[in-house]
């Protein structure tokens, strides 16, 4: 298929699938995101989970890309990484994280924004124990976001760390585990018909959360 501007100027959908009012809202955003995850569970998104993640170094350039959401605790949403990795780095210069799901079969976004926090190192173990070995040892084997020469230098340490692992346990590294994000913000993004779509702002004051409609 020819790629002209023209083609990528002509890619347009309506959104017509459901509306989002002030009759919906739930009071407390963490059950109106889990209410609305439970329903792109149900309605077989692709990745449901699949969240972008942006940081921000203290030079003020945003850094984004993807990671999974792997649970919703009392304090907020939760993802596993590399601690060393740049993002690592970056939430150690600067806390302040934002977050976004796109779930186009439902026609919706999610976004939230907050600080990171790294969780406990129980609840990163608990989780790196549950993954497969093959996912375990490649936490071992790879220096997230670090220049490397070639895919051999991965595929040499996987034999070297399968060889160590045979001959003593295999432990989390210290440098991966989980980060929760304590949400100030969250919006909630209904498409709707010409553009004229549904948002939901919820900022946490000291009284409560406020919520208020926002012009899209
Ligand atoms: C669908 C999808 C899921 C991903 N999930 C994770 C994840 O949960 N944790 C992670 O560290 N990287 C994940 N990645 C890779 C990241 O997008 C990114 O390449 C990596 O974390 C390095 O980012 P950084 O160099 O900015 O630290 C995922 C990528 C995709 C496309």
Not at 17 to 32: C, I, M, T, V
């Amino acid at each position: 298929m020819e790629m002209s501007n023209e083609h990528i100027a002509a890619l347009r959908k309506e959104y017509l699938l459901k509306e989002f009012d002030e009759s919906h809202l739930l009071a407390d955003p963490y059950n109106q995101f889990k209410l609305w995850f439970k329903e792109a569970i149900e309605s077989e998104v692709n990745e449901p989970n699949a969240m972008m993640l942006a940081t921000a170094s203290t030079n003020g350039q945003p850094h984004a890309r993807i990671v999974l959401l792997k649970g919703f605790d009392h304090e907020g949403p939760v993802f596993f990484t590399n601690y060393q990795s740049d993002k690592g780095e970056q939430i150690k210069e600067n806390n302040k994280v934002a977050l976004s799901f796109f779930w186009p079969e439902l026609e919706r976004q999610v976004r939230i924004e907050g600080t990171a926090a790294q969780i406990h190192p129980e609840q990163s173990d608990e989780y790196f124990y549950s993954r497969p070995i093959g996912s375990q040892i490649g936490a071992h084997v790879s220096p997230q976001s670090k220049v490397i020469v070639n895919r051999m230098f991965l595929e040499d340490r996987v034999r070297e760390f399968e060889k160590l692992f045979s001959e003593q346990p295999l432990l989390r590294p210290e440098h991966w585990g989980g980060y929760v994000v304590k949400p100030h913000l969250f919006e909630f993004w209904q498409g709707r018909s010409s553009r004229l779509h549904d948002r939901f702002l919820f900022s946490r004051k000291d009284t409560g959360w406020q919520i208020e409609r926002l012009a899209p």
